[in-house]
Nanobody
Framework: VQLQASGGGLVQPGGSLRLSCVASGSIFSINGVDWYRQAPGKQRELVADITRRGSTNYADSVKGRFTISRDNAKNTVYLQMNSLKPEDTAVYFC??????????????WGQGTQVTVSS
């Protein structure tokens, strides 16, 4: 099983980006999926999470600006980021609880995608 995060880049303050987290391999089901971020010199923090059924939670710092969603048919979770601020600059990682075809369940991390918000 592999988890691939993509969609990062350089954007001006107030701009938008959409991150994608795609799971591939011998997957039976994908349960909870989280997006984390880590800025230089700071601890990794939870940004948003979504359950298999679509219930969501957000960090206070991104509420009203970020939206997490999922397409179970495509094994993909998205993070739509609007009204971006310089303080959103970080490497963004996805983490997913995946049950493989042999019914083993554990967490997987994607490789991270850089988001830079700067004028």
């Amino acid at each position: 099983v592999q988890l691939q995060a993509s969609g990062g880049g350089l954007v001006q303050p107030g701009g938008s980006l959409r991150l994608s987290c795609v799971a591939s391999g011998s997957i039976f089901s994908i349960n909870g999926v989280d997006w984390y971020r880590q800025a230089p010199g700071k601890q990794r923090e939870l940004v948003a999470d979504i359950t298999r059924r679509g219930s969501t939670n957000y960090a206070d710092s991104v509420k009203g600006r970020f939206t997490i969603s999922r397409d179970n048919a495509k094994n993909t979770v998205y993070l739509q980021m609007n009204s971006l601020k310089p303080e959103d600059t970080a490497v963004y990682f996805c983490n997913a609880i995946i049950m493989t075809s042999d019914r083993v369940q554990r967490g997987y991390w994607g490789q991270g995608t850089q988001v830079t918000v700067s004028s």
